[in-house]
């Protein structure tokens, strides 16, 4: 298992470069008319910077989907069969429709599409859409301690960020009693101030729930 002081420092292309190459097959989530959950299995095909892109035929429910709600919600898992040898990736953004535009590039970089669609009059049932922008996560377990990052497609960092997990405020009187509760020992103190590594956090609420000052509250 890896040291987390041995992941390199990585940025929105590096996270969705692992959604397309390492997971390229992931879970997306959408709402149908009555407003109930619906996840189906697409893979993304393309990426750059910070947006991805993948494609569906017209005539499908996930088109309609997608046209209407102009929104998803991505998730995707690699690793060995081993737990502690996972990492995931998930994103929720907006969607939206560019049509042929990259389909070209989407069968050139992901030759198995032509067996799937293997004439060019077959692909006229199909278009792009892209995720332009968005909130990610990157979550890692096969590091020690595990390691967690958020991260942002498009225009998204300042204005739609959300903030998860829990943070110590003011009122904590360094009683310590947080320290050996925390699974990942990412509580520690620095400059005399008690903090939360966010990086390494769980998110599991134990250091909220056992601090008798509720000095501990939730981020965002």
């Known amino acids: 298992m890896l040291n987390v002081g041995e992941i390199m420092f990585m940025q929105t292309a590096d996270y969705l470069k692992i959604l397309k190459d390492e997971i390229h ?3 997306f989530a959408t709402v149908d008319e009555n407003g109930l959950p619906v996840a ?4 993304i095909m393309l990426v750059d910077a910070d947006s991805l892109y993948f494609i569906t035929a017209k005539g499908k429910e996930f088109y309609r989907q997608l046209m209407e709600q102009k929104f998803a919600a991505i998730s995707g898992m690699v690793g060995g069969n081993h737990s502690l040898d996972k990492k995931a990736v ?9 049509g042929i535009e990259k389909l070209e590039e989407v069968f050139a970089e992901n030759p198995y599409m032509n067996e799937i669609y293997p004439g060019m009059e077959s692909r006229n049932a199909l278009e792009v859409f892209q ?4 909130q990610g996560e990157y979550f890692d377990l096969s590091v020690k301690p595990i390691y ?9 960092h300042d204005i739609h960020a959300e903030l998860y997990g829990f943070y110590v405020t003011e009122s904590c ?7 050996p509760e925390c699974p990942q020992s990412c509580i520690y103190v620095t400059a005399g101030k008690v903090s939360i590594k966010q990086t390494n956090c769980l998110h599991c609420g134990r250091c909220y729930e056992i601090c008798p000052q509720k000095a501990i509250l939730k981020r965002g």
Do not use: A, P, Q, W
């Open 148 to 156: 967690r990052d958020t991260f942002y497609l498009g225009n998204n």
């Open 25 to 27: 097959s992931v879970v």
């Open 173 to 179: 009187i360094k009683c310590g009693k947080c320290f």
């Open 40 to 43: 189906r299995v697409i893979d």
């Open 90 to 98: 998930s994103i929720r953004g907006r969607i939206r429709n560019i």
């Open 131 to 134: 995720m332009y922008e968005g």
